[in-house]
């Protein structure tokens, strides 16, 4: 049976450490693909941890793609193919291993729940039972007074410097905060002259077309989110749609299609909820790989509000190839009405940034980078990201045991409620979804379809986005009744 | 001899009131193309009012072209050619005038001064004894207690409005408060429907293009500031150099180029302090209704910091075939760190605008939008412009008096220097301009050459920017022999 040293997890959480080992074992090829890996309850008894250490283990490691389930049969290793054009990935693998133990300095909490979705919808005008299609942060979570005295604050203190406009990628001090805070909560290891701060990602989106090329042909995911598509189709350039099937985009298209640009939410796209694998992951790497015009953009909107387990580690991670540009967003951490976005470039591409589009302004207030570096700077941030995790987690429980308990239950089948802060329902009706969406609409239920975010035809039938971020609780029951009576309808 | 019934003036001054009724009966034909005007004295005398009111009138009529003058002839009537495509004129000098009447409830000096420059340099590193290419506020006139009071107040009593997004063209309060500002200072008549907010001209000169068409041709002045032509070429457009004469861009240059979209800023060029006078300001209507895919941009970025007489009416007044898109920013009248930017689009644009891009987030944040909409509505920023304009024209004053005192005076002839933040110094001197300003650097001067702005040879040799907004007079003594020594040298 395998083996290994617990003693050895110091500070590191006990499932941590065991993941992470694992984790080694298989990148290093010591546990080839398809290996079984131990049962749960003798792996546990062996290594002397609780059945849940190894449970959350093997939770973390499937999450991720790195082994596979068969019902009845047990856990197996995936078969990644990193060999192919990353001679160095053992390297690689090594500086990861190396930025994960620096990461054991900070808590299993930090690494969890960060953003919230980087999807700004418009508050809804109406009152309903239940509004599954919002997924806005409601005013009590802000911390207002915090950022207030922040503010205060730094229009008394820092006159000068609060005038002085910004550089054009944002002020060194919030980017030094920034690239600190990804390493702490993200374990990636950036330097702050690679970030680009914007007003948005719809902002960044258009900046990255002017960096990268107008001539090159830019991929969205099939089904995903329509805003994106719709900017690169504002910028000009052609737009692929790129089919998915359950581990993320398929690389075939991307070829068929001539995709020089992917724009991917590997650690969950929305509105499927789907996590790219890490097999799928270094795939894409690999195809980036093949030409100097090939990139990937990470769109990293709400990878870190995972409910359970750490947060999937980000693509950038494992980017020797320096081909991946990550995208993120803080203003919906504390409120969609803030402006904060930022960009990390491949080291090559920041350099043709600032050689090449110095002269743009930024799109930010001094003001507001200043408030908003002082707001991570001095823990005011991470108190904030715990405190809207476990509120987040709280109406998620909520809803899933309203659910369970209500009539629907036995109707619906519910999937991906770990990540992000919103889950998938299947739900048995004979309506379309087009129907079934009016109807509840008619008794008050707010609810959108998987397959709404198609541009083909969809596979998705009958599958419900359920956003809870800004969910009220107090007429649950009733909305579950009404969405019951539509499914029998 | 020309009447006027000088009575009817009303609470309007009285230059104001003659300089009306002058203007009227050019635009009517009542007075011909080089029909001499009376002389100052005998006019004064004849209407009851002081020389002083003749003068200012005559010299707003210069300013703005509707009048020329010949060297010891007297003033004479400019040709203007307002029939060719505008039948309708008559209606709309009339609403123009019905504009002005209503202008006349605000004062003279509300419509004085307003904008700082829109082209934020970074501080020089260095200490200068003068730096005449620094045009920044400087941190004194901020009005930092009211905008910090201001914010506290929105965050402690708009809680809910704030976590709200914005809608994409900005706040309705605050396009409210634009268009009524718009109304009071610049005398236009814009509905709040058409203002776009963004954070900054650059953002909105590229959404400009989005709106326009990647397939137009573009073009800006030759000379003119760089950053405008950068950022059409980064937004992969024709960029064309249209050459200017002493009015303003050529029209057959525009033909020539197949110009579709020309951005000037006709109200004060930079950096030359031209201002388009009237004529070829219809010349410039008449060439964009010939198509519907020609479109005038406006860059209206300082150009209510004249320092004599009413600021220069904007073209976006007599645009009566809804051609002219009007560009302003209010971030440099408070600071150039804060990011305030807007657009008024004509109507159908404007459509166009609502309901293809609507899905855009807006750049500013919903704080910074509602304390923008409460500056303006509470009156701070009328105080505040009132008191910037008088800091301006002190230190021109200061500078202008410390030149006529200096050996410097000799060498040296001042234009353009009622308008903007900047005026033109011709100096002789045998050095090129490029030595020159190499050598004043070297002695602790910094200076700008206008040839630097020209994409073309130059025609404006040893013709000097003299920026004064940030300009400190302590050592300006020093500065201005250094510059004489290199004048000489």
């Given amino acids: 049976m395998l083996s290994y040293d617990i003693k050895k997890a110091d500070s590191d959480s006990l499932y941590h450490y065991l993941y992470k080992c694992i984790k ?36 973390q490691l499937l999450a991720e793609g790195f082994i596979y389930t068969e019902p009845r049969k047990g856990f197996f290793v995936s078969a990644i193919d ?32 960060f953003y919230k979705n980087s999807i700004g919808k418009p508050a809804s005008p109406q009152k309903y039972l239940a509004d599954f299609v919002n997924n806005q942060v409601d005013p009590e979570s802000f911390p207002f007074s915090t950022w207030a005295k922040n503010m205060r604050k730094i229009i008394c203190e820092n006159q000068k ?37 914007g007003a948005g990602t719809d902002y960044l989106y258009g900046l990255l077309v002017q960096l990268l090329g107008f001539d ?38 991307l070829e068929e ?29 690999s195809w980036a790989a093949k030409s100097s015009n090939r990139y990937i953009v990470e769109d990293d909107y709400d990878s870190e509000f995972r409910m359970v387990g750490s947060p999937i580690p980000a693509m950038k991670n494992i980017d020797v190839m320096d081909k991946v540009i990550y995208i993120n967003t803080f203003s919906k951490t504390l409120t969609s009405s803030a402006r904060f976005s930022y960009m990390v470039l491949p080291k090559p591409l920041a350099k043709k940034f600032h050689e090449e589009f110095s ?70 009706t004979r309506l379309s979804d087009e129907e079934f969406c009016k109807r509840a609409e008619e008794k008050g239920v707010r609810i959108g379809a998987l397959s709404d975010y198609y541009t083909e035809a969809s596979p998705s039938e009958h599958q419900f986005i359920i956003n809870y971020s800004a969910l009220s609780s107090k007429k649950l029951d009733k909305a579950l009744n009404a969405l019951y009576e539509v499914a029998v309808s």
Avoid: W
């Avoid at 990148?27 to 959350?56: C, Q």
């Fill in 82 to 113: 990193t060999g192919k054009t990353f001679g160095h990935l053992q390297s690689a693998t090594q500086a990861n291993l190396k930025q994960s133990r620096e990461a054991q300095n900070y808590s299993e909490d930090q690494f969890s729940n």
């Fill in 161 to 197: 410097e609060l005038l002085e406009p910004s550089p054009y990628g944002g002020l060194m001090g919030l980017r030094k905060s920034i690239a600190k805070f990804l390493r702490g909560f993200r374990n990636m290891d950036v330097d702050p002259s690679q970030i680009i701060m």
């Fill in 257 to 285: 299609t001539c995709t020089d640009v992917i724009h991917i939410s590997p650690s969950h796209h929305f509105p499927s909820g789907i996590v790219t694998p890490v097999s799928r992951r270094y795939e894409l790497l």
């Fill in 24 to 59: 080694k074992d298989i990148l290093s090829g010591v546990l080839p693909a398809d290996e079984k890996l131990p049962s749960k309850r003798p792996f546990a008894v062996h290594l002397g941890v609780s059945v849940i250490t190894v449970e959350n283990a093997y939770a």
């Fill in 359 to 428: 002269f743009y302004a930024c799109t930010i207030s001094t003001l507001e980078q200043l408030a908003l570096a002082k707001f991570i700077d001095d823990g005011s941030f991470e108190k904030h990201i715990n405190r809207m995790r476990n509120l987040y987690r709280g109406r998620r429980d909520t809803l899933l045991h309203a659910i369970s308990k209500s009539k629907l239950s036995h109707l619906v089948e519910i999937s991906e409620e770990n990540a992000g802060l919103h889950f998938i329902m299947r739900i048995q």
């Fill in 216 to 253: 090159k042909k830019y991929g969205v995911e099939d089904p995903g989110y329509s805003k994106i598509s719709k900017i690169y189709r504002k910028m000009n350039v052609v737009c692929n749609f790129i089919p998915m099937d359950a581990s993320g985009v398929i690389i075939d298209q």
